[in-house]
């Protein structure tokens, strides 16, 4: 049974940096996929960034583009997000997510509703 957990989150002034980890327990992440979600209050669950079993990424929304980058461990059955240059705008829940692909060559990523396997949250903080 796969387990996510999220941390690194924190409180971060504007333009700051943060380094978001998810960890996967037991399981060889080389046949997933894995995502990074974001909820802020009052408004629905969107995807960040996605990174395939291949090691392709897929950017969700054009927000972060530029300035957040995710990138896989598998050896570690570790995921990270690396976000620069803050927001408060950035200021939510993080989540990551995991689907199985069909293979460590896989280059899909799914939409938010393919994602069956999620962590509880790290909470990201931007203000001054």
């Known amino acids: 049974q796969l387990q996510l957990v999220e941390s690194g989150g924190g409180l971060v002034q504007p333009g700051g940096s943060l380094r978001l980890s998810c960890t996967a327990s037991g399981l060889n992440l080389d046949n997933y996929m894995i995502g990074w979600f974001r909820q802020a209050p009052g408004k629905e669950r969107e995807g960040v960034v996605c990174i395939a079993s291949s090691g392709a990424t897929h950017t969700y929304t054009n927000s972060v583009k530029d300035r957040f980058t995710i990138s896989r461990d598998n050896a570690k059955s570790m995921v990270y997000l690396q976000m620069n240059n803050l927001k408060p705008e950035d200021s939510a829940v993080y989540y990551c997510?995991?689907?199985?692909?069909?293979?460590?060559?896989?280059?899909?990523?799914?939409?938010?509703?393919?994602?069956?396997?999620w962590g509880q949250g790290t909470q990201v903080t931007v203000s001054s």
């Open positions: 997510a995991a689907r199985q692909s069909n293979g460590p060559a896989d280059n899909r990523c799914y939409t938010r509703s393919g994602f069956r396997s």
